[in-house]
Each structure stands twice: as structure tokens, then as C-alpha cells.
């Protein structure tokens, strides 16, 4: 974890379970199964309404905080800087446990399953050009700017990678320095944030395949994230920040 948190202002652990049929909207199953996690995980106590979603979550002014959304067709959540993986892999399971009973989800209706490890930097500096300096600057792609006369405005690389023959596990690098419209689990501001994101694609034999499924995208994902994200995105872009004093 000390590594994960270490080089940036926030670290979390996101999931997703995408699905191909709308989530049923009545007020009963919506409310019965918040219920059930807030007996599970007290802190969630703060119920929310965004744009197209349902949330649940624990006071968000707080370091390490917790949520869980609901959208027409997915269910979402999300740890922040938690005080270890274990804890962040234990609520997103718990989720996984208990959200297809309530909403009765089939195997067959399970479109994706998706982790992602998000890394947050906080600054005042020009976040297009923090970017381009730590991640373009000596790419070919740096020949497309004349630095004399121009300035980067837009500076958000991405990648997406097949893991396997298969083709059913995907993992995918993504750097946004943009704003997005506020949803479940984003704070407001304007970080440059990094993110790592394991799917696997569904659907699956049977609902004990989320928990294998799950065990498998972590495994992955904190391999990509020690080995390819924190040396190749996170160091470049904490040096960059630094360097600007």
C-alpha cells in the first residue's frame, strides 16, 4: 500500500459490475439492499442523488471513505485511500456477495467485471503541461508541439492492452487532467489522476464466477500497477509536480 499512496494526494480502489439489463428502479429493492450493506460497513450512512444514479456513502470529508452507487446498468463502488488493499478487496466483495440477490442479477446479464486503481495528484501548476513534460516531452508525439510559439491544451494519454490469447481479460491506462460532471465517488476538483483498470469480460457460468473473476482482476491488477504504472505514469508525474516546486 505505502507504495500505491506514497507518490500521490489519493490512492483508491474502484469496481464495477456492468450489466446488459436495466437494474430494477423499485424504491423497496434500492432501499433493502443499502440497508443491507449499511448494516455491513456502518460508515455508510449518507444516502445521494446524482445525475442518472443512487448512491450510498460514508462522510467523503474524511481521508479513507468508502460508497456504493447504483446506475441503470451498473452497480459501482469504490474505497478511498484505504488502510490496506485487503480492506478495499473486502468491501468490493461484499458488494459482489450481495448486490446480485437484491437486484437479481443473472450470470447471463453480467456484461463486465472491472477493477481500477485510481492515483490522484493534487496541484496548482498547469496540468497539461505537467503532463506533457512527464509522459511526451521526448516522444515523437513532442515533435507535433512548437513549445516557442504554442502551449499543450490537452494532454491525456491512454492505452488499452489484451491480457492473454483469450481476449476476455483487458487492462487499460488512462490519464485525465479533464473535469468530468460529479458522480458517486468523485470529490469535485480537477486532479491529474491516473488510472489502471482490469476487465473482464462477461458473462459468466454462475454467480460463484465473481468471486474467481475478482481474485483474478487484482491479482493483475496490482501486478500492472508495481511493475508498469507507478515506474512508467505515477514517478514521472510526482517528479514533474516536484520539480515545479
Not at 436495466?22 to 455508510?44: C, H, K, N, Q
Not at 473535469?179 to 458473462?203: C, H, M, N, W, Y
Not at 501486478?223 to 514521472?236: F, K, Y
Amino acid at each position: 500500500m505505502s507504495s500505491f499512496s506514497a507518490l500521490c494526494s489519493d490512492f483508491y480502489v474502484n469496481q464495477k459490475l456492468g450489466l446488459k439489463l436495466d437494474l430494477p428502479e423499485r424504491r423497496e429493492t434500492v432501499l433493502d439492499l443499502f440497508d443491507r450493506i449499511r448494516r455491513a460497513f456502518p460508515r455508510l450512512s449518507t444516502f445521494q442523488r446524482y445525475e442518472g444514479e443512487v448512491a450510498l456513502e460514508s462522510d467523503s470529508s474524511e481521508r479513507d471513505w468508502q460508497w456504493v452507487s447504483l446506475r441503470q446498468t451498473s452497480i459501482r463502488s469504490g474505497h478511498v485511500n484505504p488502510a490496506s488493499l485487503a480492506d478495499a478487496y473486502a468491501f468490493h466483495r461484499a458488494i459482489l456477495e450481495v448486490a446480485p440477490f437484491f437486484l437479481s442479477i443473472s450470470p447471463l446479464d453480467i456484461d463486465t467485471l472491472e477493477v481500477a486503481f485510481g492515483f490522484d495528484f493534487e496541484t496548482e501548476h498547469d496540468k497539461e503541461a505537467i503532463v506533457f513534460d512527464a509522459l511526451l516531452a521526448n516522444s515523437p508525439l513532442a515533435q507535433l508541439v512548437d513549445l516557442g510559439f504554442e502551449s499543450v491544451i490537452d494532454a491525456q494519454p491512454s492505452l488499452g492492452v489484451s491480457l492473454g490469447q483469450r481476449g476476455d481479460l483487458q487492462a487499460f491506462f488512462e490519464v485525465r487532467t479533464k473535469p468530468k460532471v460529479q458522480l458517486a465517488g468523485e470529490r469535485g476538483g480537477d486532479p491529474i489522476s491516473v488510472f489502471l483498470t482490469v476487465r473482464k469480460l462477461g458473462p459468466l457460468s454462475s454467480l460463484d464466477d465473481l468471486k474467481t473473476a475478482f481474485g483474478a482482476i487484482v491479482g493483475h491488477a496490482e501486478m500492472l500497477a508495481e511493475q508498469r504504472v507507478i515506474p512508467a505514469l505515477v514517478v514521472p508525474i510526482h517528479e514533474a509536480i516536484e520539480s515545479r516546486g
